[in-house]
């Protein structure tokens, strides 16, 4: 099934973004008591507020172990900027051999992915050193950047439930003007702003709803932002407030013209009518679902043996973007335990050319230093020589070279035909000399002992 080609008549444009309202990001409070406003949308929760799923049956479950959606091309275009998004459940605090971050290495490289957006990092970065740090994490990633958010008003240790964060990798990093987080500083998104030659600006959200299942936990996200607000003078229930706070975000870069893709985990069904009420109010369109109305019910998270029955990750975005992929992968390939999402998009439709080009220099694979690496390239250079007779050829030109008669013209020619094929097989030993690994050696725990 082809993908639709969403195109949008914005021609607002600006070349950068006005500062945010003083009275941003507070939302107003809208109950006066700590009750939330419904939590009927919440994982497992009966809904409150009915609504009906777009599937022939609830009971049928798409498989967890298939792909659902489109597949990705076999060669990615050069327009195309690739997104990703994942729960990832967690980094674990080590410096090595850390499997999440080896995970996610992977599922970059594999996918071909420009920017990698997660929530659930459950670490306190603030009180981590640097070398526990996401950068540092992922400074080995071709031309990476990286950006993090978290609760900042508590430290009760290195972890911390909830945070979300985004990796970019490679040539993409060139339309990457800047990243904000959720102004409260709660951790709940982060956003990466792509700015376009002639002003054109996207906002790619990642974010991180709390659950109303965790309220008795009193570490959990939702007892955290549950403290938060009730410092305030009106207390508004967390998952409110996540929604009408992102709606304000929204809404203010809305206002310049900027386009906006949302990728996020709501923690609850994504069908829920009070969800698709504000995806609506903002302009935004689901992007997966409403491409296959009639499929079974996709679950999107399974924690151990229990699995879910419903979507709760999704995808918006605006009208003046053009997706010409998106799928939710599947769980074995994840990097979490919930399914990723990958999407394509046109980026030259979106915002135009960019900005600059960046030359990065290609990685050197022939190193003096490593003994392995000069035998082997020899060794190479040495069999090219043996098939393409360049003994033979260079005992040739010396004969050329001795005798009177020869043309001087000839013999330049011949010297350069000769210096070309030499060059082309020292060209070829290199790229054979030594591998490089990007991410794409699994993990295995049985050699960390």
Sequence with gaps: MAAPRVRGTSDSSTMGTPPVPPGFPFAQATISTPQPPFLGDSRGTPPTIPFTPSVSSP??????????????????????????FCNIGGFPALSRHNSKVSDIKTFLASHNLDLFGGC???????????????????????????????????????????????????????????????????????????????????????????????????????????????????????????????????THHRSS????????????????????????????HELILSKYPTSPTVSTFQRGSRSGTTPIDGAWATDDLTIDSISYRDLLSSPGDHRAIILDLNL???????????VRPPGRRLNCSLPSTCRRYL?????????????????????????PNTSPDFLQSR???????????????????????????QFSPELNF
């Excluded at 030259?348 to 960046?358: A, F, K, N, S, T």
């Excluded at 030499?422 to 794409?440: D, I, P, V, W, Y």
Aim: charge should be neutral; aromatic fraction near 10%.
């Design 59 to 84: 009971n049928t479950l798409y498989p967890s172990s298939l792909l659902f959606g489109d597949n990705l091309p076999s060669i990615k275009a050069d327009s195309s900027f690739r997104v990703g």
């Design 120 to 250: 659930e990092a459950n670490l306190n970065w603030s009180g981590l050193p640097n070398h526990l740090q996401l950068k540092e994490w992922f400074r080995s990633t071709d031309g990476c950047r990286t950006f993090v958010a978290h609760n900042q008003h508590e430290n009760f240790g290195p972890h911390q439930f909830g945070g979300t964060f985004w990796i970019a990798a490679g040539h993409a990093t060139i339309h990457i003007s800047s990243g904000t987080r959720d102004p409260t500083n709660l951790g709940r998104w982060v956003s990466c702003s792509l700015l376009g030659r002639s002003g054109k600006r996207l906002h790619v959200i990642f974010a991180y709803r709390p659950c109303a299942n965790q309220a008795s936990r009193i570490r959990s996200v939702h007892a955290q932002h549950s403290r938060f607000f009730a410092q305030l003078p009106h207390y508004c229930h967390p998952r409110q407030a996540f929604l009408d706070d992102l709606g304000q975000f929204i």
């Design 257 to 284: 013209g900027d386009a906006i893709l949302l990728l996020a985990d709501m923690n609850g069904d994504i069908r829920h009518s009070s969800l698709q009420d504000f995806m609506s109010s903002h302009e935004l």
């Design 348 to 358: 030259l439709d979106c915002i135009g050319e960019p900005r600059y080009q960046v």
């Design 379 to 403: 060794s190479v250079l040495t069999s090219y020589a043996t098939r393409h007779h360049l003994a033979e050829h260079l005992d040739d030109l010396f004969s050329l070279a001795t005798t």
């Design 415 to 441: 010297l350069e035909l000769f210096d070309l094929q030499k060059s082309e097989g020292m060209r070829h030993a290199e790229q054979q000399c030594r591998q490089f690994h990007t991410g794409l050696v």
